[in-house]
């Protein structure tokens, strides 16, 4: 699976769109860059920018808009209402699909680097990517402003993380970060009252509220021993919030901002607003999503409303999905439409593919005088059907009545079988991608000794590719065998027959996807590899049909 980052730098110009579109046009101009959003605010004279992409394309991107910035920003006439002390002001690196807040770090300092190096701008790091405790704070690293740069840079303890120690009066200082997603979330509650909706934002923001003498809102502030504000602080970590009415819907809203959704989730939020609102007579009516989500936060919010069901959770996504608008509320106000507020869906511009075309429509398309799809993609979309047989029957069992005690045990096996048929769906596509892959090697040009080898290199690159993508539906289709095996076992007898069908599936993929393995094994000029993978295949093929025979005498004995 791909690595996304999401890059969300801000740009000390708001009001001059030619700057703001070359800036823009620059992050654009690196290849496989997505941009989700451009915000351009006149009072703040200030741009917030947001596009995904893959690490390096993302660290490219980034850098080309600090660039572009540089040479297009001058710090020294810069005025505005936002805290500021840059051209590129800040530029946070965030990781959305599978990466690790360590490799986004990595990623952080890299783009520290470059600016610092190649632009002469002053760079401090900050939150996970500062190197002291003092740096983690963005605040900490921008106090002071562009106006009081120059004698922070001179300050040994403030000397930047990469970069120049002294002044560069066009461009100023950049903060780069990697940071957790940050969610702009509203909680909706049958009430106009805006002190009724604050006295629920204290309940929960991790800020709480200041204690007073006597009158908790008109009373004297009471002062700890160094003389700052003692506060009872909120029951949610990571999250602030404050209540305030929407003239458009009539209504209060508790307004959020989850700064770690890895602390606190959405529906993490969420529920605990639904109980402190409850304490004080009011009920939450639905909520409302500002922005983009990570897919991985709606599934975790449907899965936990799910599992409070004591349903399984090994369904399509799709379904999870629309029990978590549902249960949060989030079309409450407006049309929430999945494929525009989640980003994987947002950045997913794969257009046509295999695995979402109809039956009929695979079946035709297979039948046609084009080579692909071909069996490799077959042997993975069968594979997949065989890991949905199991997942089907796990499903079943975790809801058969009078089984209520083991729905989880069943909808753990759901899950389980559900991670290989999305991933077995997935491989469809670049089995195919892998064939085309190897047919545009080919066309290269040979006219010269130079193109000759670049074009027998990318032959051998892609051949190794269309190996390898057969071998992990091998392992993939494999795999799903427990979950069939076990559903054939102890899953509802009234379904041990489509586990039977299952097993058969997954053979067939294996059987079909170590063909491919070794038809393309032929033309690999790297023998120790098509060896070694080879070797592994054989013994994949034959642990598969051993398993697939177990299985089958067990459903033969059950029916």
């Not at 509203?186 to 629920?200: E, M, W």
């Not at 077959?378 to 069992?397: D, E, H, I």
Request: aromatic share 6%; net charge negative; charged share 25%.
């Amino acid at each position: 699976m791909k690595q996304l980052i999401e890059c969300v730098p801000n740009y000390s110009e708001g009001r001059d769109e030619k700057i703001i579109r070359q800036i823009t046009d620059a992050i654009t101009g690196v290849e496989g860059i997505k941009l989700l959003n451009v915000d351009p605010g006149k009072a703040t004279n200030r741009t917030v920018v947001t596009f995904v992409g893959e690490p390096e394309q993302v660290v490219e991107a980034a850098f080309q808009g600090a660039k572009m910035a540089a040479q297009l920003i001058d710090m020294s006439k810069h005025r505005g209402e936002h805290p500021r002390f840059g051209a590129t002001d800040v530029c946070p690196l965030i990781p959305i699909v599978n990466i690790t807040m360590e490799e986004t770090v990595f990623y952080a300092r890299k783009l520290a680097k470059r600016i610092g190096e190649e632009l002469g701008i002053s760079v401090y790091c900050y939150e996970f990517a500062a190197a002291s405790q003092s740096r983690m704070s963005l605040a900490n690293c921008r106090a002071g402003e562009y106006e009081g740069l120059k004698e922070k840079l001179a300050q040994p303890e403030w000397k930047p993380d990469f970069g120049p120690a002294e002044l560069n009066e066009r461009s100023g200082a950049t903060a780069v970060g990697a940071r957790n997603f940050l969610i702009a979330y509203n909680v909706n509650l049958n009430t106009t009252s805006v002190r009724r909706a604050n006295s629920i934002a204290f309940d929960v923001r991790e800020a709480g509220r200041v204690v007073r003498e006597g009158d908790p809102v008109t009373g004297k502030i009471v002062n700890d021993e160094n003389g700052e504000p003692m506060r009872i602080p909120g029951t949610l970590r990571k999250v602030r919030a404050i209540g305030w009415y929407i003239q458009e819907y009539g209504i209060a809203q508790i307004s959020m901002n989850l700064t770690d959704i890895t602390v606190t989730s959405m529906h993490q939020a969420f529920n605990e607003v639904v109980e402190k609102a409850r304490d004080r007579g009011i009920r939450v009516t639905g909520s409302e999503l500002i922005g983009v989500i990570p897919l991985q936060a709606m599934l975790d919010a449907g899965k936990y409303f799910l599992k409070k069901q004591q349903r399984s959770v090994g369904i399509p996504d799709e379904e999870i999905i629309k029990i978590a608008v549902r249960s949060l509320g989030l079309n409450e106000l407006t049309p929430f439409d999945p494929k525009k507020r989640i980003i994987e869906y947002l950045i997913d511009e794969q257009q046509n593919k295999l695995a979402d075309l109809t039956l009929s429509g695979f079946s035709n398309e297979t039948l046609s005088e084009s080579p692909a799809p071909g069996g490799g993609s077959v042997s993975a979309y069968v594979g997949a059907l065989g890991a949905a047989l199991g997942t089907m029957v796990a499903n079943l069992s975790a809801h058969k009545r009078g089984w209520d005690d083991q729905w989880e045990e069943f909808s753990d096996w759901a899950e389980k079988g559900k991670k290989a048929h999305d991933r077995l769906l997935t491989l469809v596509d670049e089995d195919t991608s892998s064939f085309n892959a190897i047919m545009d090697a080919f066309s290269l040009p040979k006219n010269n000794d130079q193109e000759k080898k670049n074009r027998s290199a990318a032959i051998q690159a892609a051949t190794k590719k269309a190996i390898e993508v057969p071998f992990e539906v091998m392992q993939t289709a494999y795999q799903s065998l427990e979950v069939i095996g076990a559903m054939a076992e102890i899953g509802n007898p009234n379904s041990v027959s489509d586990a039977g069908v299952g097993a058969l599936c997954v053979r067939t993929a294996v059987y079909g996807a170590y063909l491919n393995v070794r038809i393309n094994a032929t033309g690999l000029t790297d023998k120790a590899f098509a060896g070694e993978i080879l070797s592994k295949a054989n013994r994949l093929l034959q642990e598969t049909k051993d398993k697939e025979a177990d299985i089958l005498k067990l459903v033969e004995s059950k029916i």
